[in-house]
Antibody, heavy 117, light 106 residues
Framework: EVQLLESGGGLEQPGGSLRLSCVAS????????MSWLRQAPGKGLEWVSA??????YYADSVKGRFTISRDNSKNTVYLQMNSLRVEDTAKYFC????????????WGQGALVTVSS | DIQTTQSPSSLSASVGERVTITCRAS??????LAWYQQRPGKGPKLLVC???SLESGVPSRFSGRGYGTEFSLTISSLQPDDLATYYC????????FGQGTKLEIK
């Protein structure tokens, strides 16, 4: 059974950093594209970043501030978030992609990130 | 960027009723559209991909249709378990989501 478990969320001040982790089970992250998405309180879904093979992709809103990476030995995907802004406040989900960055076949429960002074 | 517009934003219906949610893309996306169900406090669950292909394990009362710019998700007989917010997502060019349809049971 495919499972994704996010962790690392919390309260951080503007300008600070957090690292989210997404531990996968039931499949090998190195064999699939993986995405991070977010959902601001009471709002819809926004794609944030993806990693597929050796390539990484970012939404314009986080480019230069967030970095996605993968540790195959731990079957884990990370999202390093630097220079955090109030508008980054959201629940962050990781998702396993179907082929070719098409859609998310499986999603985690999410990790809440709050950026506030 | 391709925009996706969902309607209605909220919907209240009775158990057993037929419910339809629509999604419109700002340009031709072929069949590159997925539908998700998100229950309160949970991550989204994939229901439909390629506009009309039902994901394994999803009840047959759910169905998707459409091509190009106009799409719909139908629940043929609403059940209490269907209380959720539903999102469409285009994946023709990047990922963009509709604003969501919050479905309530009368």
């Amino acid at each position: 059974e495919v499972q994704l478990l996010e962790s690392g969320g919390g309260l951080e001040q503007p300008g600070g950093s957090l690292r989210l982790s997404c531990v996968a089970s039931g499949f090998t992250v190195s064999s699939y594209g993986m995405s991070w998405l977010r959902q601001a309180p009471g709002k819809g879904l926004e794609w944030v970043s993806a990693i597929n093979g050796g390539r990484t992709y970012y939404a314009d809103s986080v480019k230069g501030r967030f970095t996605i990476s993968r540790d195959n030995s731990k079957n884990t995907v990370y999202l390093q978030m630097n220079s955090l802004r109030v508008e980054d406040t959201a629940k962050y989900f990781c998702a396993k992609e179907a082929g070719d960055h098409s859609y998310g076949t499986n999603w985690g429960q999410g990790a809440l990130v709050t950026v506030s002074s | 960027d391709i925009q996706t517009t969902q309607s209605p934003s909220s919907l209240s219906a009775s158990v057993g009723e037929r419910v339809t949610i629509t999604c419109r893309a700002s340009e031709n996306i072929g069949n590159s559209l997925a539908w998700y169900q998100q229950r309160p406090g949970k991550g989204p669950k994939l229901l439909v991909c390629a506009a009309s292909s039902l994901e394994s394990g999803v009840p047959s009362r759910f169905s998707g249709r459409g091509y190009g710019t106009e799409f719909s998700l139908t629940i043929s007989s609403l059940q209490p378990d269907d209380l959720a917010t539903y999102y469409c997502q285009q994946y023709k060019n990047g990922w963009t989501f509709g604003q969501g349809t919050k479905l309530e049971i009368k």
